[in-house]
């Protein structure tokens, strides 16, 4: 099976600090990375979608500047939560999918908790 | 607007029995499904697939039936074990352009009951 890994696992921050996230493909090339938040008991929101060497899609009402993407290589995205506040506490999830169309699955990481204090 | 939904929120059900979990979704275009299981503090878990033109798949103790006539899909467990508990989540693509991500829907919280 294709392995997603992310790390940090947990970070706990200050307010006003900036944090990376690290998704990783880690058996495949991934063309689209997609990041995604959940809060406590709920689903998973879509907030962009991350394709290899262009800029990243953002969901309306994300913003770019406050959550930064960078696709660098068919294996590597990174989310960066800048000037991060309480409310960007959350869990924060990366999938990745294999090929160009949409019935390749997506394999999701494990995802990272962020506590901004 | 288009959505992919869920009717029961939590099902509890007993070690062995079968579980059904439901999923609406209102986009016609939808044609392709994937219901993905989560335990508590890890990502979701690919379980299953289907395409719009089957009704019918079958995995590893997991069966997912589609009915395009009604827009309903469910999964259905057998024999659940206690490592079956955790929220079961169904999702959707439906855009021709073939890059489109998830849409998920609220989720069905799975308790097993020993």
């Known amino acids: 099976g294709a392995v997603v890994s992310q790390h940090p696992s947990r970070v706990i921050c200050k307010s006003g600090t900036s944090v990376k996230i690290e998704c990783r493909s880690l058996d495949f090339q991934a063309t689209t990375m997609f990041w995604y938040r959940q809060f406590p008991k709920k689903s998973l929101m879509l907030m962009a979608t991350s394709n290899e060497g262009s800029k990243a899609t953002y969901e309306q009402g994300v913003e770019k500047d406050k959550f930064l993407i960078n696709h660098a290589s068919l294996t590597l995205s990174t989310l960066t939560v800048t000037s991060a506040h309480p409310e960007d506490s959350s869990f924060y999830i990366c999938?990745?999918?294999?090929?160009?169309?949409?019935?390749?699955?997506?394999?999701f990481g494990p995802g990272t908790r962020l506590l901004v204090l | 607007g288009e959505s992919v939904g869920l009717h029961l929120p939590t099902l509890s059900v007993q070690e062995g029995d079968n579980s059904i979990i439901n999923c609406a979704y209102s986009n016609s275009a939808s044609d392709y499904f994937i219901w993905y299981k989560q335990e508590s503090g890890k990502g979701p878990q690919f379980i299953i697939d289907i395409r719009s033109n089957m009704d019918k798949r079958q995995g590893q103790r997991v069966t997912v039936l589609l009915n395009k006539t009604v827009k309903h899909l469910s999964l259905q467990i057998a024999a659940t074990q206690p490592g079956d508990s955790a929220v079961y989540f169904c999702a959707e693509t439906s855009s021709p352009s073939g890059n489109t991500p998830l849409v998920f829907g609220k989720g069905t919280r799975l308790s097993v009951i020993a």
């Open positions: 999938s990745a999918r294999k090929g160009q169309t949409k019935l390749e699955t997506q394999y």
